[in-house]
């Protein structure tokens, strides 16, 4: 008896999402490496602590499709790109990678509407609402490089804000909840 809840498509998409986060959870320990390499201790653990964050993301689809009855497919994931120029650069980088992973969570949610798969358009609601909050939060790392100086900024202002970036907790709530034994 087949026990699979998904349709091909939607078992696809997600698969597709599971490289998708591993793909992002790649990006931000490339980033947290070069930060550190440029000193910014803060903003390299800043970068840590997300990779660690999109794994447990990664967890999290892989456990959806097992309990739906599908088949998880572990694909090869793209490179990094290449180290970024300055801070700005990084941040500008990151922004942009969260605003393409919103993209893919709403082609999810539009994919699941259309199926009229309500589990997985729930499932897919915890994610939309996290990219709200990734976008948020990067908007802001932006807003307090701008004030800083941006890429003119002064030793003195990095100094500052790779300090308050390496003691500040986690400001998203859902993302400490989540974990790879736990990833819901």
Known sequence: MDTNRLSKKIEDILNAQVTKEAEAAQI???YGCWADSKGYGGIANYFFRHSGEERNHMMK?????MERGGEVKISAIKAPPKSPKN?????????????????A??????LAHDEKDWATYN????FVKEQIEEEK?????????K?????KASDESLFNLDKY???????VPLAREASVDKPE
């Open 28 to 30: 931000y320990l490339s």
């Open 61 to 65: 689809v892989m456990q959806y499709i």
């Open 87 to 103: 801070l700005q650069d990084c941040f500008e980088k990151t922004f942009q990678h969260e605003v393409d992973n919103t993209t």
């Open 105 to 110: 969570i709403y082609e999810i949610v539009n």
């Open 123 to 126: 499932f897919a609601q915890w």
């Open 137 to 145: 939060l990067v908007m802001d790392l932006l807003d307090k490089l």
């Open 147 to 151: 004030i800083a100086g941006g890429p």
């Open 165 to 171: 970036l390496g003691e500040a907790p986690d400001e």
